[in-house]
């Protein structure tokens, strides 16, 4: 059965949600939501108990309208949520827009400037600028009424990279560069920097889809490559330089540290798509290029594989605290025999140490992505 025939049986209103927020979460404006792009945020809280409880789709008020991105990023600065969404059947194809500390959506900004539905999984923002990957993926909406694929290659489109400044009063000054060869899936971040002439240049890190053709049906085919992505603004110059040539994704930083400078990223190591057999620390300040940015992993064993790597700051009010001072968490099922743990490792160890290990009751899904919230927070 397809989508479009679940709808004409009345087994499916596509306008009260898909129902199904299980890509990412999101603690912004003190609200904590579980995310995914192709619906509206689904409200959640936490109940005395331990128990997550879903209390139903949030349009903010009325002001959210369509969907909005799984990955959103809040600059730990400001408190500022930024988020995006896309339209699979008309344009506007992209809409990026801003929620503020106490968690108010500010203004549509509609992107004009793509000429089809694209298929923006991540983003990024520096201090000054917001950046968004166009791949040679896109959103395929007829496919997705007929019961096929819900996003399509089109292999002669030059991947392009778009980058607008967040206080920008429209989507019409979004530029975008044409980055050839770049799939770009997950962001690790990104930050400002500049040329010898004071011109603004924004770096990005992200994870590079090789072979974006299996990305669709062979994941395990995929290639994370690592890469340091630089484009000079005012000349239009994009670079590309491998960090790590090993299969890296569902990159984490520690959050503090989202929209600037920073050194650490930690990463699954593929064995394949989407199993993580390990889960490597880097050192961006280490030569790019070798596998010397790897500077120490942590192998989950024989038959266990990790989800997406998550840091917690051991302190992080500590104004002088360092950058990788804290913990790497981590769900790992080991499946000899169907048993899964939350790991907790130190990120400052020279092996990435396991200081804390708990069975967890279920398994978690392969490539979910988590976050840490604090009782202070949530209070
Ligand atoms: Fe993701």
Redesign the pocket.
């Known amino acids: 059965m397809t989508l479009a025939s679940h709808t004409l049986a009345g087994q499916f209103n596509p306008f009260n949600g898909f129902g199904q927020a299980n890509?990412?979460l999101a603690f912004f404006g003190n609200g904590l939501c579980a995310l995914v792009e192709s619906d509206l945020p689904y409200s959640a809280r936490l109940t005395p108990d331990g128990d997550i409880e879903t209390l139903g789709r949030h349009d903010f008020d009325g002001v959210l309208s369509v969907s909005m991105t799984?990955?959103p990023k809040v600059d730990p600065e400001t408190g500022e949520a930024y988020a995006y969404n896309y339209n699979p059947f008309f344009p506007p194809f992209q809409t990026f827009f801003k929620f503020d500390r106490e968690g108010v959506k500010h203004t549509d900004m509609p992107v004009l400037s793509l000429s089809c539905p694209p298929f923006i999984?991540?983003f990024a923002i520096t201090r000054k600028y917001t950046v968004f990957p166009d791949t040679q993926m896109g959103v395929n909406p007829m496919g997705v009424v007929l019961g096929g694929s819900l996003v399509g290659l089109n292999p002669r489109k030059v991947p392009r990279i778009g980058i607008v400044r967040r206080d920008a009063g429209s989507g019409c000054e979004m530029r975008w560069f044409d980055v050839p060869g770049c799939n770009i899936?997950?962001i690790v971040n990104a930050w400002d920097e500049e040329d010898d002439d004071g011109n603004d240049v924004v770096v990005t890190v992200a994870s590079n889809i090789m072979s974006a053709e299996h990305f669709l049906e062979r994941l395990d085919l995929v290639h994370g490559l690592m890469e340091k992505i630089t484009i000079n603004l005012k000349d239009g110059r994009a670079s590309r330089r491998p960090i790590s040539a090993m299969n890296l994704d569902l990159p984490a930083i520690n959050p503090a540290y989202i929209g600037k400078y920073s050194r650490y990223v930690y990463a699954g190591i593929a064995d394949p798509m989407p199993k993580m057999s390990v889960v490597g620390k880097l050192d961006l300040a280490k030569r790019v290029g070798i596998d010397r940015c790897v500077v120490t992993s942590r192998n989950y064993g024989p038959g266990s594989y990790g989800g997406e790597p998550f840091f917690v700051a051991r302190d992080p009010e500590h104004p002088e605290a360092k950058e990788d001072d804290g913990h790497i968490v981590s769900h790992v099922h080991d499946e000899k025999v169907s048993e899964t743990r939350f790991l907790m490792m130190d990120a400052k160890s020279p092996d990435l140490n396991v200081v804390a290990a708990v069975r967890l009751p279920q398994h978690v899904p392969y490539g979910f992505?988590g976050i840490f919230v604090r009782d202070s927070d949530l209070s």
Do not use: P, V
Request: hydrophobic share 35%; charged share 10%.
């Open positions: 890509i990412g799984a990955h999984h991540d899936m997950h992505h």
